[in-house]
């Protein structure tokens, strides 16, 4: 099991979440997708204000695909998986991502002014 211990301080959720659970039993945290943790937790503290940059800026759309294909092979996703076909050049033209399928985190709303 993946150790996220140091994202769920702030993000109560994630240890209940479907995305967050399969990947930590595969062995996967959250620092896997998203990185290291140090800068966004100066970014979020409420030490400092609490005025973090807004997720769309963390993370943006472009790079959610190319986040998942660095583990999930491409060619099994793409080409084997006869449910991804329909959709494979929406995907590879960005029009669609994965997450739209298959779920993205679910964070509670917070009061939270962005920069």
């Not at 301080?9 to 399969?22: P, Y």
């Not at 769309?56 to 660095?70: F, H, N, Q, T, V």
Request: charged share 25%; net charge positive; glycine share 6%.
């Amino acid at each position: 099991m993946a150790n996220n211990s140091r994202c769920e301080v702030c993000h109560l959720n994630i240890a209940s979440e479907e995305l967050t659970l399969k990947h930590a039993r595969a062995g996967v945290g959250c620092a896997k997708c998203h990185g290291e943790s140090d800068a966004h937790i100066a970014d979020e503290s409420w030490a400092s204000g609490g005025n973090g940059t807004p997720p769309e800026i963390m993370y943006p759309r472009d790079k959610l695909a190319i986040g998942c294909m660095s583990c999930h092979n491409a060619e099994q996703v793409f080409l084997k998986a006869e449910k991804h076909k329909p959709d494979a050049w929406l995907i590879a033209y960005e029009v669609k991502t994965c997450t739209e399928c298959h779920g993205k985190h679910r964070l509670p709303s917070r009061k939270c002014k962005w920069k």
